[in-house]
């Protein structure tokens, strides 16, 4: 059963793989569109995704059918997440802007129908506080797989180079084509239909309150600007890495080996990172390993290009994969413990509300990050289609990677540094908590 729970996001990561790293690389390189018409699409896909998130999210908490509230979702998500990835990586020969917007803005939708009920479906397959535990593991393994899977397609031997092409985005549509429905079927017919609880019964809070909540909860907007800033910065990354590896450096053919292997190194990394934060607290090892990432980022500027500098660029990119992870623990903790501080301060549960506008902000700042490399780039004049890069474009490409993310990455230390729950107020929290639920028989 946790295998069937954790399958779709294997193919859920495989036909993400070519966002903000590949797919704009490809259609820069290999189709001549515009890196300021790539960075337009990619803004409005990602505000389109941030607003659509919490949409989805609040429609599928109320639905209901005999087959459950997330089922549906998640298969109907599925096929329109194929069939828009379909259009998306094996395009006409002939591309437009229109064309490339369209089939995006498709995309992110399908993707955010199958996989915001899908990660809600946790919390309600069991209630024991280790099997959640159990079942987010498993879930992030098989993301990780599908990532591996993505990234390690141009090692096939049927292609003539490791380099990613039109051909490997072919292939990775065909492969989405056949995962992805199947592991949905999987899940729904082999997990357990979620039971209704309780508390679905009772009236909801209205959505103007909910975000008068947010906005007054001082650690929560807090944390949400080290999203916003960090957001930016992993945005610019991305979106760049592609054209500074394979532009710059000559080494396209190492991009793919890079993120085959710094998924499983981010991976391994987590539980350090867990263990530095019991014992040093979570500001200080999230604001010391962002602080290590923003150097290992500009270290990429030392890397010779060509030959001579695929071991540096694999050593640097594995070493900014090594701390970066420390993002996928720490945050998340942090605003488990913000969730508690609003159930005291507020004496209402807004949690849903909370996580809605983590990820509306994170996915709405790293797309604005994405096209503010891509834009900065094509300003000073650097073009994917030329073989020779003049100095003014060498310096763009190098503004957008590495340069900017680490300045931005360094600019959420002190932010970070800021957050107010600590271990020892986070104790005093909960037991407020506590009283109130011994003086009124129940935990708000």
């Known amino acids: 059963m946790l295998a069937a729970y954790a399958a779709p996001a294997f193919s859920q990561a495989l036909i993400h793989g070519p966002v903000n790293t590949v797919i704009q690389g490809i259609y820069g390189k290999f189709f001549a569109m515009p890196l300021t018409s790539i960075a337009l699409v990619l803004v409005i896909a990602r505000v389109f995704d941030g607003i659509t998130d919490p ?16 089922k549906p979702w998640l298969l109907v998500g599925s096929l329109l997440a194929v069939v828009a990835c379909w259009q998306l990586y094996i395009p006409p020969d002939e591309v ?36 959640r535990t159990r079942l987010a593991v498993w879930r992030t393994f098989a993301r990780y797989l599908g990532f591996i899977a993505f990234y390690g397609i141009p090692f096939l031997p049927i292609f003539a180079t490791t380099e990613f092409t039109p051909e490997t985005l072919r292939w990775t549509a065909w492969l989405a084509a056949i995962a992805l429905p199947l592991t949905a079927i999987i899940a ?22 909910a975000w008068r909540a ?7 907007r807090t944390l949400l600007a080290t999203f916003a800033v960090g957001g930016l910065a992993t945005g610019s990354a991305f979106g760049a890495v592609f054209f500074f590896v394979d532009g710059y450096l000559q080494l396209g053919a190492t991009l793919a080996l890079l993120f085959v292997l710094g998924s499983p190194t981010g991976a391994l990394c987590m539980p350090f990172w867990a263990a530095a934060a019991r014992r040093i607290g979570k500001q ?20 010779p290009i060509g030959e001579p500098g695929e071991p ?6 594995l070493l900014v994969f090594a701390v970066s992870s420390v993002g996928v623990v720490v945050p998340a903790s942090m605003l488990a413990d913000i969730v508690d501080y609003g159930r005291w301060k507020f004496g209402e ?21 994405v096209a503010m490399g891509l834009a900065v780039a094509g300003w000073f004049g650097f073009d994917p289609t030329v073989s020779t890069m003049e100095g003014s474009a060498q310096l763009g490409l190098m503004l957008a990677f590495p340069i900017l993310p680490a300045v931005l990455t ?22 407020r908590l506590e009283r109130r639920q011994g003086s009124k028989g129940v935990l708000i």
Not at 357 to 369: F, H, R, S, W
Not at 412 to 431: C, D, F, K, N, Q
Request: a positive charge; aromatic letters at 14%; glycine letters at 4%.
């Open 214 to 220: 947010v906005w007054r909860n001082r650690p929560l």
């Open 96 to 131: 437009s802007v229109p064309y490339f917007l369209t089939w995006f803005l498709l995309a992110y939708l399908g993707w955010t129908i199958s996989e915001i009920p899908y990660r809600a479906w946790m919390a309600e397959i069991s209630t024991d506080f280790h099997e």
């Open 349 to 369: 549960d807004y949690a849903g509300t909370y996580y809605s506008v983590q990820t509306m902000v994170e996915k709405a700042v790293e797309g604005l990050g």
């Open 410 to 431: 360094w600019m959420t230390v002190p932010v970070i540094l800021r957050l107010p729950i600590t271990e020892s107020r986070h104790r005093a929290i909960r037991r």
């Open 188 to 209: 729904c017919l082999a997990v357990p239909t979620e039971s209704d609880r309780p508390e679905d019964n009772k009236p909801a809070v209205a959505p103007a309150e």
């Open 55 to 70: 949409l989805i999210g609040y429609l599928s908490d109320r639905y209901r059918s005999r087959f459950g509230r997330r």
């Open 312 to 317: 540096w660029l694999i050593a640097c990119f």
């Open 284 to 303: 200080k090892t999230w604001a010391i390993a962002y602080a290590l990432s923003g150097l290992f980022m500009l270290m990429h500027l030392l890397i």
